[in-house]
């Protein structure tokens, strides 16, 4: 990532965030949500002016890699994405979603947030292969980027 010049701030603001569904169920096994999910992550990041550098899914839950969101706290970003993604996936999906998960919850309560540096697609390579390797096991682990 370059560091940006904002009016009259210069910095680099990168944020990793983890969002896990109610009752960690692996509603992420489907392909169509990831594909809705990742779709709609682009859509809130254009919104929202910020960039996304990387959409990554375990079974269980989901990974962000966001770039550009001096504007945003991590509160503001997890509230719009979390929205947003529970809105049109329970829309498009409603049976689907009901084989999973129980009430009116898509989302946990919580979600992981952490300020990162640089993320080059090495580190985001390396990052999969670590720790999402425990979840898919040996098949495919799917990595989404611009």
Known sequence: MDRRSHGHSF???NHHLQF???YRREVFREPIIRKVCKGFCHIV???LGI???AVEFGPDHMHM???DCKNWSDAQLANRFKGRLAYEVRRRFPELVRKYLRGNHFWSG???????G???A???RYYIERCQKKHWGQRTIFLFTN
């Open 51 to 53: 960039n996304l550098v």
């Open 11 to 13: 910095g680099e603001s």
């Open 65 to 67: 890699f966001v770039s």
């Open 45 to 47: 990041a254009n919104e």
């Open 122 to 124: 090495e580190a985001r």
């Open 118 to 120: 640089s993320v080059t």
């Open 110 to 116: 919580g979600y992981f947030h952490e300020t990162v």
């Open 20 to 22: 896990t569904p109610k």
